[in-house]
């Protein structure tokens, strides 16, 4: 294993993911099937903090859940994340309770009810913070 290859999103418009991801999170959109379907359907293809997204066309999951991808960001980057994405008009969730030193998070669902998570911490900081006496 050498980790993780990409990620799929179903979605109902590839248009108006590649402007949450872009637009909203500041993917780069680096291919579109437009009328060459290789897959299932027609997908889009993007580059965000070095991972591979991709958006297909279909039907996405029909409720939502706290299932979700995390990117991790700057702290200082938060706001300008929550300004772009609530313009688009994505819903921007409530930040779950957290314990000091854990790193903050901006909760977001796209159009098609898919959680992305904006993270602040690392895996080492919040081992450390479970790990201390509480």
């Known amino acids: 294993m050498q980790g993780i290859s ?3 999103f179903i979605v109902r418009d590839l248009d108006r993911m590649a402007a949450f991801l872009c637009e909203g999170l500041g993917a780069r959109e680096i291919y579109d099937s437009a009328e060459r379907n290789y897959s299932l359907s027609r997908e889009k293809f ?3 903090g070095g991972v591979w997204l991709a958006a297909m066309e279909g039907a996405p999951p029909a409720e939502r859940s706290y299932q979700h991808v995390a990117f991790r960001v700057d702290e200082s980057d938060l706001p ?3 300004q772009r994405l609530e313009v688009l ?4 969730r409530p ?3 957290r314990v000091d030193g854990e790193g ?3 909760y ?4 098609d009810n898919h959680l992305f998570e904006l993270h602040t911490g690392t895996l080492e900081q919040r081992l450390a ?6």
Not at 89 to 92: I, L, M, R, S, W
Not at 129 to 134: E, K, Q, T
């Open 6 to 8: 990409h990620i799929t």
């Open 46 to 48: 993007f580059l965000l």
């Open 80 to 82: 300008a994340y929550r």
């Open 89 to 92: 008009g994505a819903e921007v």
């Open 95 to 97: 930040p779950r309770p």
């Open 104 to 106: 903050l998070s901006l």
């Open 108 to 111: 977001v669902y796209d159009f």
């Open 129 to 134: 913070r479970y790990g201390a006496p509480r």
